[in-house]
């Protein structure tokens, strides 16, 4: 291997190579299927769907070199942090995290950051200048080469970076180990090519690339055999899937496809308005394993800022969008990303944020305050606006969504559900726990076993759950 390899945003900008698709043999010599013997491995992951499902890859690999998976964190040999980058809270906590496991370290321990922080500049920078405890750091694009750098630095004992700034390759068939035994993540793009100018996310991921159709239908049946219920197809914008290939089989294609598999539900995440198909609106209709659950990002209710934000989406279009969803599929839940305190954002631009969400009444959103990202447009705009300010509209805003959270499940009230059982109640195990079509905590009693679909009767609701009983 080459010796260390640092991230370069200006090289992690690029679009213009071709990216390769690489099935991957993952076999390793007997060496490195030894390196874990007698040791336990802790990941820890932070993040995005994305990063669950690139978790559960890199403890297959760990398991394959011989590591088991330790129940807590303090009785690891290997620790590896799968880190998010797309606010700046959320790389507060990994740094904290880092110092408070210093303290922590046994002899021979092994300490890895990978993940989205790893594609960032200053964040390796920092690492290299004041954090030499770190055995090794591991970018989004070779994760493939974990075992390799594990062993790389158990050989030399010396910091490992080795961090890709490039388009992107997809690499298939490497081990996992999923966190489910009955839903599962399934990827089928890698990376963006919007650019919205507040988002790391084109830069730590790369570019667009989707799977190839036959290896994401593959893997769904190899996940029928093994008993799964459901899959959530993943993607930075699943819309944008089948976008590089030119080839005319598009999203809608595929997701028909996925349907025919036969696998009991399918779900979608997370779907761009400004190019979402409404004809996927009359799969519903013909496919009863297609959960109905739209997760729709518009990040303000401001055109303005909306264009500052390079989402060129007009609000009367995204509006007719979801008027076309709920006519069409009428039992459905929608929620939604938003982000306050933009740049400049007005008082009077924020107010149109909020009469949006009065418009749509959305079961559910994910709010934040702008986080200013390294390396994005967004980061060189003047901000005249206060923190406090920010945190005030944020809290007005959240008002809402625990107004219309409660208000969206009053419907279901009486109604019964279809749950899929996921177990028993983590503060009460008298009470099993699962999830309706709609993407709603169902807490029900009743006799069931995991991995079942059953009818409950819901008998009260609160703002993020319903309660009920089998019937």
Same mark, same amino acid.
């Given at each position: 291997?080459?010796?260390?390899?640092?991230?370069?945003i200006?090289?992690?900008? /690029?679009?213009?190579?071709?990216?390769?698709?690489?099935?991957?043999?993952?076999?390793?010599?007997?060496?490195?299927?030894?390196?874990?013997?007698n040791?336990?491995?802790?990941?820890?992951?932070?993040?995005?769907?994305?990063?669950?499902?690139?978790?559960?890859?890199?403890?297959g690999? %760990? %398991?394959?070199?011989?590591?088991?998976?330790?129940?807590?964190?303090?009785?690891?040999?290997?620790?590896?942090?799968?880190?998010?980058?797309?606010?700046?809270?959320?790389?507060?906590?990994?740094?904290?995290?880092?110092?408070?496991?210093k303290?922590?370290?046994?002899?021979?321990?092994?300490?890895?950051?990978?993940?989205?922080?790893?594609?960032?500049? /200053?964040?390796?920078?920092?690492?290299?200048?004041?954090?030499?405890?770190?055995?090794?750091?591991?970018?989004?694009? &070779?994760?493939?080469?974990?075992?390799?750098?594990?062993?790389?630095?158990?050989?030399?004992?010396?910091?490992?970076?080795?961090?890709?700034?490039?388009?992107?390759?997809?690499?298939?068939?490497?081990?996992?180990?999923?966190?489910?035994?009955?839903?599962?993540?399934?990827?089928?793009?890698?990376?963006?090519?919007?650019?919205?100018?507040?988002?790391?996310?084109?830069?730590?991921?790369?570019?667009?690339?989707?799977?190839?159709?036959?290896?994401?239908?593959?893997?769904?049946?190899?996940?029928?055999?093994?008993?799964?219920?459901? *899959?959530? %197809?993943?993607?930075?914008n699943?819309n944008?899937?089948?976008?590089?290939?030119?080839?005319?089989?598009?999203?809608?294609? %595929?997701?028909?496809?996925?349907?025919?598999?036969?696998?009991?539900?399918?779900?979608?995440?997370?779907?761009?308005?400004?190019?979402?198909?409404?004809?996927?609106?009359?799969?519903?209709?013909k !496919?009863?394993?297609?959960?109905?659950?739209f997760?729709?990002?518009?990040?303000?209710?401001?055109?303005?800022?909306?264009?500052?934000?390079?989402?060129?989406?007009?609000?009367?279009? !995204?509006?007719?969008?979801?008027?076309?969803?709920?006519?069409?599929?009428?039992?459905?839940?929608?929620?939604?990303?938003i982000?306050?305190?933009?740049p400049?954002?007005?008082?009077?631009?924020?107010?149109?944020?909020?009469?949006?969400?009065?418009?749509?009444?959305?079961?559910?959103?994910?709010?934040?305050?702008?986080?200013?990202?390294?390396?994005?447009?967004?980061?060189?705009?003047?901000?005249?606006?206060?923190? /406090? &300010?920010?945190?005030?509209?944020?809290?007005?805003?959240?008002?809402?969504?625990?107004? !219309?959270?409660?208000?969206?499940?009053?419907?279901?009230?009486?109604?019964?559900?279809d749950?899929?059982?996921?177990?028993?109640?983590?503060?009460d195990? /008298?009470?099993?726990?699962? !999830?309706?079509?709609?993407?709603?905590?169902?807490?029900?009693?009743?006799?069931?076993?995991?991995?079942?679909i *059953?009818?409950?009767?819901?008998?009260?609701?609160?703002?993020?759950?319903?309660?009920?009983?089998?019937i």
């Open positions: 291997m080459e010796n260390n390899i640092l991230p370069n200006k090289k992690a900008r /690029s679009r213009v190579g071709a990216s390769k698709l690489i099935h991957h043999i993952f076999k390793l010599n007997n060496e490195l299927k030894t390196i874990g013997k040791k336990l491995f802790f990941v820890r992951t932070y993040g995005c769907q994305s990063n669950l499902r690139d978790s559960e890859i890199i403890k690999m %760990l %398991l394959e070199m011989g590591y088991k998976e330790a129940k807590e964190i303090g009785d690891a040999h290997l620790i590896i942090l799968n880190t998010c980058a797309i606010r700046e809270n959320a790389e507060k906590k990994v740094f904290g995290e880092m110092g408070f496991l303290s922590k370290f046994k002899k021979d321990f092994i300490f890895g950051i990978c993940g989205c922080m790893a594609q960032e500049e /200053s964040v390796v920078k920092k690492i290299i200048e004041k954090m030499q405890y770190v055995s090794f750091v591991l970018g989004t694009h &070779n994760l493939f080469e974990l075992p390799y750098i594990i062993e790389e630095f158990v050989k030399t004992k010396k910091q490992v970076i080795k961090v890709y700034s490039k388009e992107g390759d997809i690499v298939e068939d490497l081990p996992s180990i999923r966190d489910s035994k009955i839903k599962a993540w399934v990827n089928i793009t890698y990376g963006c090519d919007k650019f919205c100018s507040y988002c790391i996310v084109p830069y730590t991921r790369g570019k667009l690339r989707s799977r190839d159709k036959q290896d994401i239908l593959n893997e769904i049946n190899w996940l029928i055999k093994d008993g799964y219920k459901e *899959v959530t %197809l993943l993607g930075q699943v944008s899937y089948g976008l590089d290939k030119n080839d005319g089989y598009k999203f809608i294609n %595929l997701l028909e496809d996925v349907c025919e598999t036969g696998i009991k539900r399918v779900r979608f995440a997370t779907s761009n308005p400004w190019n979402f198909d409404k004809n996927i609106a009359l799969l519903f209709n !496919y009863e394993n297609l959960m109905p659950y997760h729709l990002p518009i990040q303000s209710g401001s055109e303005n800022i909306l264009k500052k934000m390079n989402r060129n989406m007009k609000i009367k279009d !995204y509006l007719a969008l979801i008027d076309f969803l709920r006519k069409h599929v009428p039992n459905c839940a929608i929620s939604t990303d982000i306050v305190g933009f400049n954002e007005t008082s009077a631009e924020f107010k149109q944020t909020l009469s949006l969400y009065n418009k749509v009444k959305y079961d559910n959103a994910y709010t934040f305050i702008y986080s200013k990202r390294e390396g994005t447009p967004a980061a060189m705009m003047d901000d005249k606006i206060s923190f /406090s &300010n920010k945190e005030k509209r944020l809290s007005e805003l959240n008002d809402l969504v625990r107004k !219309y959270s409660k208000f969206n499940n009053e419907k279901f009230l009486n109604q019964t559900l749950v899929l059982v996921e177990g028993k109640s983590k503060t195990k /008298s009470v099993w726990t699962g !999830y309706c079509p709609q993407w709603k905590v169902v807490n029900f009693t009743g006799k069931c076993k995991v991995g079942e *059953v009818k409950v009767k819901i008998t009260s609701i609160s703002r993020f759950s319903l309660t009920g009983k089998t």
